[in-house]
Nanobody, 125 residues
């Protein structure tokens, strides 16, 4: 399983960014996908997750109302649209995958076993 995240960068507070993650080496439609982040000196934090069908999603408290996770099963891609960014959103953002073939197509895990490299998001005040 390989996960390649991209789309990070420097943005002013209040701005938007869209992160992308390309997945390969897996049957994408059998895997739930998630985004996590880790700021310096802090623990890794769950940001958002999406079911293998794309019909269900979960968000961490910091992401609710501002971030939107989506996926394109035909392309093997998962996205994180981040709006109304705040300086406290500054972190390394990671794409993650978890096999959920045996679960409902709407199941969204909060624990993931496969990780990609991070993409840095920096929000200036």
């Amino acid at each position: 399983v390989q996960l390649q995240a991209s789309g990070g960068g420097l943005v002013q507070a209040g701005g938007s960014l869209r992160l992308s993650c390309a997945a390969s080496g897996l049957v994408f439609s059998e895997w739930a996908m998630g985004w996590f982040r880790q700021a310096p000196g802090k623990e890794r934090e769950f940001v958002a997750g999406i079911s293998r069908s794309g019909g269900s999603s979960k968000y961490g408290d910091s992401a609710k109302g501002r971030f939107t996770i989506s996926r394109d099963n035909a392309k093997g891609m998962v996205y994180l649209q981040m709006d109304s960014l705040k300086p406290e959103d500054t972190a390394l953002y990671y794409c993650a995958a978890e096999s959920v073939r045996r679960y409902s197509s709407e199941y969204v895990p909060v624990k993931y076993g496969f990780w990609g490299q991070g993409t840095q998001v920096t929000v200036s005040s």
